[in-house]
């Protein structure tokens, strides 16, 4: 297996935020400064999508 695949896959992968990992959620929550909750509600509102959700989080705060 190649590095490229391998670092490409960790760049979608951090593109996105997995709404059901508890590390996920925490690490986004202490990021923006908001709840843990904040966070699942706003990435089932605008999908699992990084930027969506922190532009989100941003306009909620």
Known sequence: MSNEQTSRGRAQDRARVAG???HEV???AD????S???VK???K???N?????EERLDKSS
Do not use: D, I
């Open 36 to 38: 843990q909750s904040e």
């Open 26 to 28: 925490r690490y986004e």
């Open 41 to 43: 509600a706003a990435v």
């Open 49 to 53: 999508s990084r930027r969506k959700v």
């Open 20 to 22: 059901n990992q508890k």
């Open 31 to 34: 990021k923006k400064g908001v």
């Open 45 to 47: 509102e605008v999908g």
